[in-house]
Nanobody
Framework: QVQLVESGGGLVQPGGSLRLSCVFS????????MGWFRQAPGKEREFVAA????????FYGDSVKGRFTISRDNAKNTVFLQMNSLQPEDTAVYYC???????????????????WGQGTQVTVSS
């Protein structure tokens, strides 16, 4: 019922920036924490960032701290991931995810999220 539709992926040079968007529908957006995960070929899914229901608390994976920013606009039912200083190691399929009842200690765990987007490819290459 809940659906997530991502956009904003693409090809960017090292040092460049991209902004991913994920539009939520089919539920009450303010009831859901939102997360971003990524998966590169041959690697496990990796937690990128998460934001609680009202946007006041954000969390980041160690590899993206200081470079990526997650935010949400509850009036637009949209969560964003601003990615700066992109590096080749950031190349992956990026997924947004929605979950209810998440606590801080579990927001990095993909299995805690009930709905996932289709994924969008981010490629960082010169």
């Amino acid at each position: 019922q809940v659906q997530l539709v991502e956009s904003g992926g693409g090809l960017v040079q090292p040092g460049g920036s991209l902004r991913l968007s994920c539009v939520f529908s089919g539920g009450t957006f303010r009831d859901y924490s939102m997360g971003w995960f990524r998966q590169a070929p041959g690697k496990e899914r990796e937690f990128v960032a998460a934001v609680k229901r009202y946007g006041g608390s954000t969390f980041y994976g160690d590899s993206v701290k200081g470079r990526f920013t997650i935010s949400r606009d509850n009036a637009k039912n949209t969560v964003f991931l601003q990615m700066n200083s992109l590096q080749p190691e950031d190349t992956a399929v990026y997924y947004c995810a929605a979950g209810m009842g998440l606590i801080t200690s579990t927001m990095h765990i993909g299995a805690q999220y009930s709905t996932w987007g289709q994924g969008t490819q981010v490629t960082v290459s010169s």
